[in-house]
T-cell receptor
Framework: DAKTTQPPSMDCAEGRAANLPCNHS???????VYWYRQIHSQGPQYIIH???NNETNEMASLIITEDRKSSTLILPHATLRDTAVYYC?????????FGTGTSLTVIP | GAVVSQHPSRVICKSGTSVKIECRSL??????MFWYRQFPKQSLMLMAT?????????EQGVEKDKFLINHASLTLSTLTVTSAHPEDSSFYIC??????????????FGPGTRLLVL
């Protein structure tokens, strides 16, 4: 079963930052948080992952709270192509259990 | 890097026939691959974990005799849907675990295979 909860949907204006929250209150100390996104009828695309420190790559930034019970994925300048379902995942053993994700719609 | 392919991308078959789906890691070796199923407007559901050279581990409720998994090499895993029925129509997605470090294994997903059973 998924160890994360996310809001079902969000809207974001094109060019603005999209902040997607995720709760993972039962996360263990050595478990990573992963973010993926799925554009309609495609396989999920890896975005970023982290353990306790904030992470940034060319796609996004990941902010993890100090108690590690929640995190936020930030897309700094959302484009229409960022419209997708975003999944926050905490690995269980070596398996990923997907929750329902957040459907992000970027509005022109 | 970290590209995973699937073949075919879509397949239509008659009820009662078997269908094989291939999953390949193109630029890395994956000791572990995973198979998921996704129904319309639903999230991905893990079906099984495929380990190279050993038997797959199936999630609860997934019939191992119906969904045959073979992981014969470090770059190829196959899923065979045996005696397919219309209720098996779904989007099947594989992933391969990229072994950076043991705890940091990141999964990279294939593009998916859409199966339609008539």
């Amino acid at each position: 079963d998924a160890k994360t909860t996310q809001p079902p949907s969000m809207d974001c204006a094109e060019g603005r930052a999209a902040n997607l929250p995720c709760n993972h209150s039962t996360i263990s100390g050595n478990e990573y948080v992963y973010w993926y996104r799925q554009i309609h009828s495609q396989g999920p695309q890896y975005i970023i992952h982290g353990l306790k420190n904030n992470e940034t790559n060319e796609m996004a930034s990941l902010i993890i709270t100090e108690d590690r019970k929640s995190s936020t994925l930030i897309l700094p300048h959302a484009t229409l192509r960022d419209t997708a379902v975003y999944y926050c995942i905490v690995r269980v053993g070596n398996q990923f259990y997907f929750g329902t994700g957040t459907s992000l719609t970027v509005i022109p | 890097g970290a590209v995973v392919s699937q073949h075919p991308s879509r397949v239509i078959c008659k009820s009662g026939t078997s269908v094989k789906i291939e999953c390949r890691s193109l630029d890395f070796q994956a000791t572990t691959m995973f198979w998921y199923r996704q129904f319309p407007k639903q999230s991905l559901m893990l079906m099984a974990t495929s380990n190279e050279g050993s038997k797959a581990t199936y999630e609860q409720g997934v019939e191992k005799d119906k969904f045959l998994i073979n992981h014969a090499s470090l770059t190829l895993s196959t899923l065979t849907v045996t005696s397919a029925h219309p209720e098996d129509s779904s989007f099947y997605i594989c992933s391969a675990s990229h072994p950076r470090q043991v705890r940091e294994e990141t999964q990279y997903f294939g593009p998916g295979t859409r199966l339609l059973v008539l």
